[in-house]
């Protein structure tokens, strides 16, 4: 499916979205000075064992430890208990499979794997494999076939979706690329005492241009200038497809806003989606599964009944696909949709659900219909849900809800900021929101505000309120 990748930068954070048919379908944010952990290689040290949970916590340096499973230990011997493979004070190399989130610390595995554009190479493993996503048969075995060919002596290779139709030697290229980089992280290794960071991922843009832009892509359209010049001069590094158009927008107000992804981003967040006919879904998240209910609401079809539930749990099937990709939501999803009496509509519509669910890169599986009538799912957990990225607690009614973060807020108003002083007529504008907002806006030593000034060339002037809420606001132009 064709998409779009739109690139946006405000307040040291860059904003990305991924668009199929003109509609968001992933969204990803990064502060630049923040370090990002999934993915990061750290020199570890056990700090304690839990024979009872099969686990062990690990100190990597960052404010709380991470946690190990047995299963993700990368020993031959697996039937071992892991008091037996670990002992406190032990160094291990291990890498950050989920983000650190709420109370829990980072996952981590010693199972390592370092992604290029067109591989993984697993330094630790001794195998091969080809990318679910590429279904042609013929292309999967000449893909392995390669593969069995380069493979690094003892080290395992995954052949990734990019992969499909090139050639031998630009996989050879990124083959040495990768093992070459393997080199200078066990020199680093060897080196370091724990905790140390061996190895840091590349920034977010450099990994979606890498993990993303393919052949499918028709457009990196980018926002600011300093990204636009740097994504050009990496384009031919990084083998992006030359049928790939890179643009630089030059719109009258900002992209997000341009595009319509603020208010994308906002139905998001919300527990109701209604779907095109006028059914709608309800998704509930708590930490432990998310449960998501499926409705007729305003549909009631023209034939009969059988037939419009059938087209609602269908249309609900690709919409809750789409849900999941958006929201990032990941664990155990259980799925109500409206009762089918029919075994082959539920087959109907589990096929759907599979079918939409494919377009995902992010690994789920569908177990099908309890006997509660109910659909068991689960998705891989690796990012934080979207309603953590963009939401913080109300302090107003004590936690029950969520409301905008300063940051998000800083940036709606940095956005509303460049949408006005593109007229021409406006030479000063105010912005009147919370003072935890103003200091978001301002930055340190007031950089961010010295920035947007010189960036539009015309005078900002900043209110604090406390009258208003954390993500009120109030932007306006004057002649």
């Not at 059988?306 to 609602?312: D, S």
């Not at 809800?401 to 406006?426: C, M, N, V």
Request: glycine share 6%; proline share 2%.
């Amino acid at each position: 499916m064709s998409q779009q990748v739109v690139i946006t930068s405000y307040l040291n954070h860059v904003l990305v979205g991924i668009l199929e048919k003109g509609r968001l379908v992933e969204f990803f944010m990064e502060k630049d000075e923040e370090s990002r952990t999934v993915g990061n290689i750290y020199l570890g040290k056990v700090e304690n064992i839990l024979p009872g949970m099969e686990a062990a916590f690990v100190d990597i340096g960052l404010e709380r430890n991470a946690f190990l499973y047995a299963g993700d230990l990368n020993q031959a011997d697996s039937d071992l208990p892991i008091n037996k493979l670990l002992r406190k004070g032990e160094q291990i190399l291990v890498q950050v499979t989920k983000e650190p989130e709420g109370t829990k610390g980072a996952r981590v595995t010693s199972q390592l794997s370092i992604p290029g554009r067109y591989l993984v190479l697993m330094p630790m493993e001794n195998n091969i494999g080809v990318s679910r996503q590429i279904v042609d048969s013929e292309e999967r075995e000449r893909l392995k076939d390669i593969a069995e060919r380069i493979k690094p002596g003892e080290m395992g290779l995954i052949i990734r979706t990019l992969a499909a139709g090139h050639s031998e030697e630009e996989l050879i290229q990124d083959r040495d690329y990768l093992v070459a980089l393997w080199d200078e992280l066990q020199a680093k290794t060897k080196a370091s005492t724990a905790p140390k960071l061996i190895y840091h991922d590349y920034d977010l843009i450099h990994r979606i241009l890498r993990d993303l832009v393919s052949e499918d892509t028709e457009q990196v359209l980018v926002e600011q200038e300093w990204i636009y010049n740097s994504i050009i001069a990496k384009a031919k590094s990084l083998g992006l497809p030359e049928s790939v158009k890179i643009d630089l927008f030059q719109g009258k107000v900002s992209l997000f806003e341009q595009l319509g992804l603020d208010h994308e981003l906002e139905k998001a967040m919300r527990k109701q989606v209604w779907l095109n006919s006028g059914g709608y879904l309800i998704i509930d998240q708590t930490e432990a599964l998310v449960s998501i209910d499926v409705n007729t609401g305003k549909y009631v079809g023209q034939k009969e009944l059988r037939n419009t539930v059938l087209q609602t749990n269908l249309e609900a099937a690709a919409e809750i696909a789409k849900q999941l990709r958006l929201r990032n939501i990941g664990g155990i999803i259980i799925i109500d949709f409206i009762d089918m009496d029919n075994e082959a509509d539920k087959k109907t519509v589990l096929e759907a659900l599979e079918t939409a669910l494919a377009k995902d890169k992010t690994k789920s599986h569908v177990f099908g219909f309890t006997q509660l009538g109910l659909v068991e799912m689960t998705r891989k957990k690796s990012k934080q849900r979207l309603s953590n990225l963009l939401l913080v607690p109300c302090s107003h009614c004590k936690g029950r809800g969520q409301i905008y973060s300063q940051e998000i807020t800083a940036i709606h108003i940095a956005q509303r900021i460049f949408s006005l002083a593109k007229e021409p007529d406006i030479h000063t504008i105010t912005v009147d929101c919370h003072p935890f907002v103003a200091v978001e806006l301002i930055g340190e030593q007031g950089s961010n505000l010295d920035a947007l000034k010189k960036q539009i060339k015309k005078e900002i002037i900043i209110n604090t309120r406390r009258d208003l809420e954390l993500d009120q606001i109030k932007v306006a132009g004057h002649h």
